[in-house]
């Protein structure tokens, strides 16, 4: 079958990427432990990790424990509601910062020069 075949039996029949993963870098995942927030961290965020106990969490400028630090992007929700939870985290690559998740007081200027030093790198598609 071919792709034209797909794209003609799909909703609209147009094929339009999402443009999430901006570059030929080679994408790096891992696994990290999300600390328990009450509720749901969505694809994509932008985390930070806590110094005290080396869990996740979303990266908030003001938070002063480590985690205002913008480390690493989450690949998918995931709902921390009942407890901690691992869950997989984009380490190194390339993508578009105008599909993340940013935590209270980041933006797509402060959080980029934190993770460039990680070798993640934020890049508008163009």
């Known amino acids: 079958m071919s792709s034209d075949d797909i794209l ?3 909703e609209t029949g147009v094929y339009a990427p999402e443009d999430f993963i901006t570059g030929g870098k080679e994408i790096v995942t891992d696994t990290v432990t999300l600390a328990t927030t009450g509720g749901v961290v969505a694809a994509r965020s932008v985390l ?8 996740a969490i ?8 480590g985690s205002d630090v913008a480390k690493m992007i989450l690949v998918h ?13 984009y380490m190194e ?8 998740e940013y935590g209270t007081g980041h933006s797509e200027a ?12 934020l890049n508008t598609p163009g």
């Open 110 to 121: 402060t959080a980029k020069p934190q993770l460039n030093e990680r070798n993640i790198y």
């Open 93 to 100: 690559g390339c993508f578009n910062p105008d599909l993340l």
């Open 8 to 10: 003609a039996k799909s």
């Open 58 to 65: 979303l990266s908030a400028t003001a938070a002063g424990d």
């Open 77 to 89: 929700e995931v709902d921390t509601t009942a407890g901690d939870v691992v869950a997989p985290v």
């Open 48 to 55: 930070g990790l806590i110094t005290a106990s080396g869990k």
